[in-house]
Structure formats: C-alpha cells, structure tokens
C-alpha cells in the first residue's frame, strides 16, 4: 500500500464538497482537499529510519502563504484551484527528490509537475466548468497560511488516513 505527502486543506471541504464527492473517488476515502508535493511515497509501512529522513528533509521549513488565484483545467477534464506562486512548493518537492530520486510523481504519468488542489473531475464538460468557475469565483483569491506537512497512508481497502503531521516553523 502506498503513502503520500501532502499539504491538506480540510477547511475547504464544504465549498468543493458539491463537485468532490460527485466526481472524486477519494473524497470518500479520508482524502482531504490538498495538494500533492510527492505522490506516491514509499510503500507501507514507514520505517522509523524513513520517518525521520522526511522529518530532517522538511526540519527548517518555514511557515508559508500558499494563495490560489484561478480555476483551471488539465486537459484530462481535471479541474483545479491553481496556486500562483509555486516556488515554495517546488522547493519542498525538490529537497524531497534530492533523497527520493526514484520517485516519479503520479507514478510518471505527466513529464512535470503542476501544482494544483483538484475541484472535480469533469472530462470534457464545458456546462460544468463555467458551473464550477461561476459559483468559486468569488472565493478567490483563497489565501491559506501553510503550518504543516501530512504524510498520509493506504489501507488494504484503500482508505487514506493521515499518518503523521510536520509542523513547519
């Protein structure tokens, strides 16, 4: 089974629950609103020595303002509150690469990474893009101060649950 390492965002649920829990499987799951750094991790379960890896990697990471000014969509159909700045993130993530470099985000899937916290998963549904631009619009721009770093795992029916919290500084 698989682990994560997210910035999770749960106070965001009650606004993205209406297209969430329609067209996101792992809303069901305990997987929160967030947004991914590595996914996946490492298998389960964590070692003690993988733990504090992650915990050195991820010690001197300061508190930071993660703001998502747009609602975009991948080509997939996957809909997103994009971040405007990813620097931060695109730090985090580097310095995890540096110790992890066999990990291939989304299992290799796209060439980069784009940053994003998912809305719903439309396909090609251009109704309901404008639908979800329309009613989220007026939240952004959502500015939410970053504190810490979960590290979430997989159960054997495929449950996610939070297995450890970095706080930031």
């Known amino acids: 089974?698989?682990?994560?390492?997210?910035?999770?965002?749960?106070?965001?649920?009650?606004?993205?629950?209406?297209w969430r829990e329609e067209?996101?499987?792992?809303?069901?799951?305990?997987v929160p609103p967030h947004v991914s750094l590595i996914y996946p991790w490492l298998e389960t379960p964590i070692s003690?020595?993988?733990l504090k890896n992650i915990q050195k990697i991820l010690e001197n990471t300061k508190i930071f303002t993660l703001?998502?000014?747009?609602?975009?969509?991948?080509d997939n159909g996957t809909t997103y509150f994009?971040?405007?700045?990813?620097?931060?993130?695109?730090?985090?993530?580097?310095?995890?690469?540096?110790?992890y470099p066999t990990i291939k985000m989304y299992n290799g899937e796209f060439k980069d990474t784009i940053f994003h916290l998912t809305i719903a998963k439309i396909g090609d549904d251009e109704e309901k893009f404008?639908?979800?631009q329309n009613k989220l619009s007026k939240y952004l721009p959502i500015k939410k101060e970053i504190t810490q770093i979960t590290i979430m795992q997989e159960d054997e029916n495929g449950y996610w649950s939070d297995y450890t919290t970095i706080n930031l500084k």
Request: charged fraction near 35%.
């Open 1 to 18: 089974m698989k682990t994560l390492i997210n910035i999770n965002l749960p106070e965001l649920t009650d606004i993205l629950n209406p």
């Open 23 to 30: 067209t996101i499987e792992l809303s069901h799951k305990g």
């Open 48 to 50: 003690k020595k993988e």
């Open 67 to 74: 703001e998502f000014d747009s609602i975009k969509k991948f």
């Open 82 to 99: 994009s971040p405007s700045n990813t620097k931060k993130l695109q730090e985090i993530q580097n310095k995890i690469m540096k110790k």
């Open 130 to 132: 404008v639908e979800i």
